[in-house]
């Protein structure tokens, strides 16, 4: 490796580590390390949830598709930025009117009581696991093309950063970190297209070359794919990580409706220019680096385009898309643990103090069971349909029928919830998803019909007399 490279490399690194670190001074009860105090203006806003989006999906992940596939994979994934806008629309200005809220499970409390609270906190942290040891695959995936080094010691230090900034300094270390990150992400993966289209690609016989090497598939709507397959997975995409546990805290750390309403709708924007360049440098890989495959073709082609001095840069920027998801993933997990679990289930009365420590160390045991994930996963948007499918079918009907309408019992929204797992782990583990759909559909459809169906069956005096709203969430 040329020692510029490593240079660049490791610099970047060090400057993530010193501004995350330098975070914690801010950080003094659970409002600083859960949702940064809820002062974040909409810009902030933006740039976190847009690094918090850009992870190994939208890096790894749409290289390797837009090698294999071609852009049929972007005509998919536009499905994240529909999702970013109608929740801008219509329910981050709603979410952040629940004063108090730290997470999903803190709203699912509200409408549904204590024992939906503690159902969703325990999904949210799996979720948390499940999403993290995705971002831990690519980074070791990144290290091992960049530093030629054996994936599990790639998967370890970049974790391992990730770790330390995030146990310290909760949302307010991800926030800042995250601001770099977007940063050196929005301009590095653009600058390496741009070197593409102008450079290498003229050099290689020209645009009309290289449309006339690739298959013709890579250029049309479905592609590769049947009609069945393509909407089951663009419902996997608008759906699977709608609402998730590492965007909702954003929502909650805006200083007011209308900065988390903006936020969102900006990172919608921007989704969809920043996935065309990482899904264009996938298809230009397939005919320039014929040779690789799979979750390593983004980072070879970056290394393949680019100058001596810059490829540090930008295989940093590239680990920033994943260290981004991954330290707001990790923060998560530890908040979840204390208001979600520890909290309802051993000691209401927690002191800051000790809340602050079991989010600490609850950020390092995830870390260490998501890297064992990472080393089972068998690729990063593999692991990412996953842990969308089954979060989807077990939290997204009651959570947004209960922001949105508000009337359901306790009843109709516990056992929403377990329909919706039920039904995923029937379509996807006994049935093998027939028809080629993904469990997530099948799951939504039972969670939404189980609701209504328990909610005619209950009335309000049904409500369990332990259940006070005020016990866990005030909307106001």
Same mark, same amino acid.
């Given at each position: 490796?040329?020692?510029?490279?490593?240079?660049?490399?490791?610099?970047?690194?060090?400057?993530?580590?010193?501004?995350?670190?330098?975070?914690?001074?801010?950080?003094?009860?659970?409002?600083?390390?859960?949702?940064?105090?809820?002062?974040?203006?909409?810009?902030?806003?933006?740039?976190?949830?847009?690094?918090?989006?850009?992870?190994?999906?939208?890096?790894?992940?749409?290289?390797?598709?837009?090698?294999?596939?071609?852009?049929?994979?972007?005509?998919?994934?536009?499905?994240?930025?529909?999702?970013?806008?109608?929740?801008?629309?219509?329910?981050?200005?709603?979410?952040?009117?629940?004063?108090?809220?730290?997470?999903?499970?803190?709203?699912?409390?509200?409408?549904?009581?204590?024992?939906?609270?503690?159902?969703?906190?325990?999904?949210?942290?799996?979720?948390?696991?499940?999403?993290?040891?995705?971002?831990?695959?690519?980074?070791?995936?990144?290290?091992?093309?960049?530093?030629?080094?054996?994936?599990?010691?790639?998967?370890?230090?970049?974790?391992?950063?990730?770790?330390?900034?995030?146990?310290?300094?909760?949302?307010?270390?991800?926030?800042?970190?995250?601001?770099?990150?977007?940063?050196? $992400?929005? @301009?590095? *993966?653009?600058? !390496? %297209?741009?070197?593409?289209?102008?450079? +290498? =690609?003229? #050099? &290689?016989?020209?645009?009309?070359?290289?449309?006339?090497?690739?298959?013709?598939?890579?250029?049309?709507?479905?592609?590769?794919?049947?009609?069945?397959?393509?909407?089951?997975?663009? $419902?996997? @995409?608008? *759906?699977?990580? !709608? %609402?998730?546990?590492?965007?909702?805290? +954003? =929502?909650? #750390? &805006?200083?007011?409706?209308?900065?988390?309403?903006?936020?969102?709708?900006?990172?919608?924007?921007?989704?969809?220019?920043?996935?065309?360049?990482?899904?264009?440098?996938?298809?230009?890989?397939?005919?320039?680096?014929?040779?690789?495959?799979?979750?390593?073709?983004?980072?070879?082609?970056?290394?393949?385009?680019?100058?001596?001095?810059?490829?540090?840069?930008?295989?940093?920027?590239?680990?920033?898309?994943?260290?981004?998801?991954?330290?707001?993933?990790?923060?998560?997990?530890?908040?979840?643990?204390?208001?979600?679990?520890?909290?309802?289930?051993?000691?209401?009365?927690?002191?800051?103090?000790?809340?602050?420590?079991?989010?600490?160390?609850?950020?390092?045991?995830?870390?260490?069971?998501?890297?064992?994930?990472?080393?089972?996963?068998?690729?990063?948007?593999?692991?990412?349909?996953?842990?969308?499918?089954?979060?989807?079918?077990?939290?997204?009907?009651?959570?947004?029928?209960?922001?949105?309408?508000?009337?359901?019992?306790?009843?109709?929204?516990?056992?929403?919830?377990?329909?919706?797992?039920?039904?995923?782990?029937?379509?996807?583990?006994?049935?093998?998803?027939?028809?080629?759909?993904?469990?997530?559909?099948?799951?939504?459809?039972?969670?939404?019909?189980?609701?209504?169906?328990?909610?005619?069956?209950?009335?309000?005096?049904?409500?369990?007399?332990?259940?006070?709203?005020?016990?866990?969430?005030?909307?106001?």
């Amino acid at each position: 490796m040329e020692a510029l490279n490593l240079f660049g490399f490791i610099l970047y690194f060090l400057i993530i580590l010193a501004v995350g670190l330098m975070a914690v001074k801010h950080v003094k009860n659970m409002d600083d390390f859960a949702i940064a105090r809820g002062i974040i203006p909409w810009p902030i806003v933006f740039a976190t949830m847009v690094a918090t989006f850009l992870g190994g999906g939208s890096t790894l992940g749409m290289g390797a598709m837009g090698s294999s596939v071609g852009y049929v994979f972007f005509f998919i994934v536009v499905a994240f930025a529909i999702q970013f806008i109608l929740a801008g629309v219509y329910i981050a200005p709603t979410l952040k009117q629940y004063n108090g809220a730290y997470t999903v499970a803190d709203v699912m409390g509200f409408h549904y009581g204590k024992t939906t609270r503690l159902l969703s906190g325990f999904i949210s942290l799996l979720y948390c696991i499940g999403m993290l040891g995705a971002m831990v695959l690519g980074m070791g995936v990144v290290l091992q093309v960049f530093l030629g080094i054996p994936l599990v010691w790639g998967v370890i230090i970049g974790i391992s950063v990730a770790i330390i900034y995030s146990v310290a300094g909760g949302l307010f270390a991800v926030i800042h970190t995250d601001i770099i990150q977007f940063i050196t $992400l929005g @301009f590095f *993966l653009p600058l !390496a %297209l741009l070197i593409a289209l102008f450079g +290498r =690609i003229p #050099a &290689a016989g020209g645009l009309d070359s290289i449309y006339a090497t690739l298959p013709a598939t890579h250029f049309t709507f479905l592609g590769v794919f049947p009609w069945t397959v393509f909407l089951s997975l663009f $419902l996997a @995409f608008l *759906l699977g990580e !709608a %609402l998730a546990p590492i965007y909702v805290p +954003r =929502i909650f #750390a &805006a200083k007011a409706p209308r900065h988390a309403r903006n936020g969102m709708l900006a990172s919608a924007g921007f989704m969809l220019i920043f996935m065309f360049c990482t899904t264009s440098l996938g298809v230009f890989a397939h005919v320039l680096i014929p040779d690789v495959a799979g979750d390593p073709v983004l980072p070879s082609m970056l290394i393949h385009l680019l100058p001596v001095g810059l490829v540090g840069a930008v295989i940093a920027a590239v680990l920033a898309a994943l260290m981004s998801t991954a330290d707001s993933t990790l923060s998560a997990a530890g908040v979840i643990l204390v208001q979600d679990i520890y909290k309802p289930l051993v000691n209401k009365e927690v002191s800051v103090k000790t809340q602050l420590l079991l989010a600490r160390i609850i950020v390092l045991i995830s870390g260490v069971a998501a890297t064992a994930f990472a080393l089972w996963a068998p690729g990063v948007v593999e692991a990412l349909v996953i842990v969308y499918s089954w979060w989807a079918a077990a939290i997204l009907v009651p959570l947004i029928l209960g922001v949105l309408w508000g009337k359901g019992t306790p009843y109709a929204g516990f056992c929403a919830m377990l329909g919706g797992i039920a039904a995923f782990s029937i379509w996807e583990y006994a049935l093998n998803q027939p028809y080629g759909f993904t469990a997530i559909v099948p799951g939504i459809l039972i969670s939404f019909v189980v609701f209504f169906i328990v909610n005619a069956l209950t009335t309000k005096s049904s409500i369990v007399p332990s259940f006070k709203p005020e016990n866990y969430i005030t909307k106001g």
